[in-house]
């Protein structure tokens, strides 16, 4: 670590959260987010609206985040920012306003990888949060990705399982759409899944060989169940919300949890770490606090502020690149997919 204190600033704008963050070495300094109300009431995001928005929200963001960080422009030294994966639009203009300020300070740019971002987290240094140790599992799970990542160092990862169809994430909003629930309903089903029984509806788990995962045909089952349900009793839906959102956060659970241990017997490696906004969902957590005790894992969840986007994780992994050198040129363009 450097005894020279090197400020980052972060800079996340993938979909439609707007963040910023400034980062001292690994201390994190400050984390704002900006969230988008607006794809509310569309059930999802809108990548014309978020690009927009991106644009209103990016200066008074990055304004807060050096003020609450108690620094100026100037005293930065490197500017992170997302190039992909993500929404193209949303990506320009975290990706030009980087560029600007970089050009304008006359200090290094710092491309990061979104999902490498979500990886990366864990290394942000705070009290009572032991650091992972290489080589570790790494399971990203988001609206957009679901990964099982064997980490061998910063930026040496190697992803050994992935969706062949949906995300986890898309998963659990599209259940939630079918069950009335607003958008976002991960949160919502994990909050009415306390309530409910696990076991109340079975639902049949998708044969997919190796690490990679499939949820689409999941998805169908749910809502083929739901449809045979509402024409046999049109109350169905809401005498048995709980049971129903319990029944469906356990079978996510349990095909994650299932490659997951596949994963640690084919690897060896027994350090997990979780990462994405559905880490967040604290059936996963309680699943991996169980493995811990039952199958001597360590494992390693993220604070709530890092599970969902955020520009705290893009200046963690800024950091590193700039401890390394390793600068992007200023001819670097977004990508709206980039493989880790």
Same mark, same amino acid.
């Given at each position: 670590?450097?005894?020279?204190?090197?400020?980052?600033? *972060?800079?996340?704008?993938?979909?439609?959260?707007?963040?910023?963050?400034?980062?001292?070495?690994?201390?994190?300094?400050?984390?704002?987010?900006?969230?988008?109300?607006?794809?509310?009431?569309?059930?999802?995001?809108?990548?014309?609206?978020?690009?927009?928005?991106?644009?209103?929200?990016?200066?008074?963001?990055?304004?807060?985040?050096?003020?609450?960080?108690?620094?100026?422009?100037?005293?930065?030294?490197?500017?992170?920012?997302?190039? *992909?994966?993500?929404?193209?639009?949303?990506?320009?203009?975290?990706?030009?306003?980087?560029?600007?300020?970089?050009?304008?300070?006359?200090?290094?740019?710092?491309?990061?990888?979104?999902?490498?971002?979500?990886?990366?987290?864990?290394?942000?240094?705070?009290?009572?949060?032991?650091?992972?140790?290489?080589?570790?599992?790494?399971?990203?799970?988001?609206? *957009?990705?679901?990964?099982?990542?064997?980490?061998?160092?910063?930026?040496?990862?190697?992803?050994?399982?992935?969706?062949?169809?949906?995300?986890?994430?898309?998963?659990?909003?599209?259940?939630?759409?079918?069950?009335?629930?607003?958008?976002?309903?991960?949160?919502?089903?994990?909050?009415?899944?306390?309530?409910?029984?696990?076991?109340?509806?079975?639902?049949?788990?998708?044969?997919?060989?190796?690490?990679?995962?499939?949820?689409?045909?999941?998805?169908?089952?749910?809502?083929?169940?739901?449809?045979?349900?509402?024409?046999?009793?049109?109350?169905?839906?809401?005498?048995?919300?709980?049971?129903?959102?319990?029944?469906?956060?356990?079978?996510?659970?349990?095909?994650?949890?299932?490659?997951?241990?596949?994963?640690?017997?084919?690897?060896?490696?027994?350090?997990?770490?979780?990462?994405? *906004?559905?880490?967040?969902?604290?059936?996963?957590?309680?699943?991996?606090?169980?493995?811990?005790?039952?199958?001597?894992?360590?494992?390693?969840?993220?604070?709530?502020?890092?599970?969902?986007?955020?520009?705290?994780?893009?200046?963690?992994?800024?950091?590193?690149?700039?401890?390394?050198?390793?600068?992007?040129?200023?001819?670097?363009?977004?990508?709206?997919?980039?493989?880790?």
């Amino acid at each position: 670590m450097s005894s020279q204190k090197i400020y980052i600033l *972060g800079i996340e704008s993938s979909c439609d959260d707007t963040a910023a963050a400034v980062i001292c070495n690994g201390e994190i300094l400050s984390n704002v987010v900006a969230t988008q109300q607006i794809h509310i009431k569309y059930g999802g995001v809108v990548p014309e609206l978020a690009s927009r928005a991106h644009q209103q929200h990016i200066v008074p963001v990055v304004h807060q985040a050096l003020e609450q960080a108690g620094i100026t422009k100037e005293d930065l030294h490197g500017i992170a920012f997302t190039k *992909g994966p993500g929404l193209m639009g949303s990506l320009l203009v975290g990706v030009s306003f980087a560029k600007s300020l970089a050009m304008g300070l006359n200090i290094p740019l710092l491309d990061v990888n979104h999902m490498q971002g979500h990886i990366l987290a864990h290394f942000i240094e705070e009290d009572g949060y032991t650091l992972p140790t290489f080589p570790f599992l790494a399971m990203t799970i988001s609206g *957009g990705h679901t990964q099982i990542v064997k980490v061998n160092d910063y930026f040496d990862m190697d992803v050994i399982g992935q969706t062949l169809d949906d995300a986890v994430g898309e998963a659990f909003d599209k259940s939630g759409k079918l069950l009335g629930l607003k958008y976002p309903a991960g949160p919502e089903i994990d909050k009415l899944a306390k309530q409910g029984n696990p076991k109340a509806f079975p639902f049949s788990k998708p044969k997919v060989g190796g690490l990679d995962f499939s949820f689409s045909g999941l998805k169908t089952a749910i809502l083929y169940f739901i449809q045979k349900k509402v024409k046999e009793n049109p109350n169905f839906i809401e005498e048995n919300l709980a049971d129903i959102c319990a029944s469906i956060q356990y079978t996510i659970i349990s095909i994650l949890m299932a490659k997951l241990k596949k994963a640690v017997k084919e690897t060896g490696i027994t350090q997990v770490a979780i990462g994405g *906004g559905v880490s967040a969902n604290s059936g996963i957590r309680d699943a991996l606090k169980q493995a811990e005790h039952t199958l001597g894992w360590t494992t390693y969840i993220p604070k709530f502020e890092y599970t969902t986007d955020n520009a705290g994780m893009i200046a963690i992994t800024g950091y590193h690149k700039y401890l390394k050198q390793d600068f992007a040129d200023i001819t670097v363009v977004a990508k709206a997919r980039l493989a880790i």
